[in-house]
Structure formats: C-alpha cells, structure tokens
C-alpha cells in the first residue's frame, strides 16, 4: 500500500457540540480524535497531523486524549477564529508534499481501513480523491501535491471547494455510509454512537 499522511483540522469552537470535539469520548479510544488516529496509524502512515485551537493546545491533559506517538504531531493554529481553511493550511505547511493527504475533520467518524486501502489505490494520478456514497459526496478527502500546494499558497480566506474546482479530481463509489457522516450536535453523536454500538 503506498504511503500517506493525514491531516485533521480540529480547531473549531464546537459550539453547537458545546464541548471540544476532540476530547469526546468514544468506544474503545481515549477520544473521537484518537479513534480518527488509531484507524491511520499503521507502517504505511508517515505522519498524522492534529490541529487544535488556543484552548485546546493548552488543555492540561491534552495527552490523556490522543496516543503519545513519533508519528503523531499536535499543532496549534493561532488563527483558528478566522476558520477551518486555516487549520487546514497550519496542518498542510508541516507535512512533505511527497506523500498524498487524507483530510479528515474532527467531527467525522473515524474511517474504515478498507476505505483508506480503496482510496490510496484508486487515486492513481487524480490530483484528489472523494468517496462517494450512493451518489453522493463524502469524506475523508484524498489530496496531492499540487492541490496541497494550492492550499498553502491561497489566501487564508479561501475556499477549499473553489481551489479543488481547478483540478482534475476523481469521485469513487464506495459501501461506506459513515462517509456522509457529520457529528455537530449531541444529537447526533449519541445517535451515531447508538448505532456504532
């Protein structure tokens, strides 16, 4: 399997979850994001990528949350009022262009590992790579060097969708459902925890 890096943007306010979504607990993982993270750590991942707000990057038990591990880098977007592009080019500057991204939001469930396979395989020479899901777009996305480029170099009050529009991306079937899933309120989280169970 070849290579990659993954990137999770996690420095959003979380103010309809009313906690960081980050820290949320979740079965059989210290939190969301280190279930997000154990899916992707393996010999093929090179680095994982965590960006997190100011208050959350001085959480005192920060580490109770996410694995202590060489591959796993915790980043600080000091810009993170101003949106999650910004996080996203925070992650992006610290990770090499030679490998392709997973881009992963914190609020999206952790993805399975036969989807991650399916993805790396199937992205072939596509600048970027979306799982769809009965016709219908989901996540994680899958991004090379060109579209990472891109990012860093925008500015900060870009659009992510406007940038991926000028590149010749590949949407892939899959018979995943949990690719459509966003986790933004309690409701939905104890609802797809429910289900997880």
Known sequence: MQKYSVLIPAAGLSGRMGQSKAFL??????????????????????????????????????????PVHPKVHVLLNPNAK???FTSIQTGLLSLSSQYPVFLHNVDNPPTPSALISDMLENLED???????????????????DQVMEAIKNANENANLRDILSAFEGKIMPCEFPEVLVNLNTPEEYERFLNLES
């Open 126 to 144: 596509h600048a970027f790579l979306i799982p769809n899901y009965k016709l219908t777009n989901g996540h994680p996305l899958l991004m090379r």
């Open 25 to 66: 607990p979740y079965p059989s993982a210290k939190s969301l994001a280190d279930a997000i993270i154990q899916n992707y750590l393996n010999e093929n991942c090179v680095k994982i990528v965590l960006v997190l707000n100011k208050q959350d990057y001085h959480h005192p038990d920060k580490f109770n949350f996410f």
């Open 82 to 84: 101003k949106g999650r």
